[in-house]
């Protein structure tokens, strides 16, 4: 069974470029997280889908990132225009429902923004 | 505002050492504790959760966690740890009060383990 599959596992944009990112939750799950990692800031939440539908979108990341899920078994995340400071790593997880809290992550992408 | 600390950034002990990663909470009503761990350019896996009934809980690896309501605590303890545990550590909540479902992280705890 796979787990959460992230693609690409690097990226590395211009400044002002759009990028968008991709992931593949666990078969069956319902929900689904995208999360920004950097050393300094941890974990931040960037946006949480139920059964497709859009729970949080993280606040202060509204501008510029904008998460989708097309269908059960896919989602993106759009950064535009991107910015040197949005350089870090992407989480994507999922989880069967809002009961279960075993998380399942994908490896992440890593994103360097010039 | 709901918070997760975890107050050591790093944490250093010898390998056969017990270890304890502290982790503290401000939230009321409803919610999940968990931990997980990151290894080195590799994405968070489960090591175990808490929600209600006993409040120690074992996970996985001989990693087991204890909660305390009156110290609003979850710590992380093993008895014995092995190089192989040299990670990253994070504690989590999950809140469900008042209809939110929000999972938020601590800024992790990193466990190095000396030879």
């Known amino acids: 069974d796979a787990g959460v599959t992230q693609t690409p596992r690097h990226e590395v944009a211009e400044k002002g470029q759009t990028i968008i990112l991709k992931c593949e939750p666990v078969?069956?799950?319902?929900?689904l997280f995208w999360y920004r990692q950097t050393k300094i800031q941890g974990l931040e939440l960037l946006s949480y889908?139920?059964?497709?539908?859009?729970?949080?979108d993280g606040g202060a990341f509204k501008d510029r990132f904008k998460a989708e899920m097309l269908n059960s078994s896919f989602s993106t995340l759009k950064i535009q225009p991107t910015e040197p400071k949005d350089s870090a790593v992407y989480l994507c997880?999922?989880?069967?429902?809002?009961?279960?809290?075993?998380?399942?992550f994908g490896k992440g992408t890593r994103l360097t923004v010039v | 505002t709901q918070t997760v600390s975890q107050s050591d950034a790093h944490v250093t002990v010898f390998e056969g050492d017990s270890v304890e990663l502290r982790c503290n909470y401000s939230?009321?009503?409803?919610?999940?504790l968990s931990w997980y761990i990151q290894h080195h350019g590799r994405g968070l896996q489960f090591l175990l959760k808490?929600?209600?009934?006993?409040?120690v809980v074992q996970g996985v690896n001989g990693f087991e966690a204890e909660f305390s309501k009156s110290d609003s605590s979850f710590h992380l303890r093993k008895a014995s740890v092995h190089w192989s545990d040299s990670a990253v550590y994070f504690c989590?909540?999950?809140?469900?009060?008042?209809?939110?479902?929000?999972?938020?992280f601590g800024k992790g705890t990193q466990l190095i383990i000396q030879p």
């Open positions: 997880a999922s989880s069967l429902d809002p009961l279960n809290t075993e998380v399942f």
């Open positions: 078969s069956g799950h319902n929900d």
């Open positions: 889908f139920r059964s497709k539908s859009l729970m949080e």
């Open positions: 939230y009321g009503g409803s919610i999940y």
């Open positions: 808490y929600y209600s009934g006993n409040p």
């Open positions: 989590a909540v999950r809140d469900y009060t008042g209809g939110a479902d929000r999972l938020t």
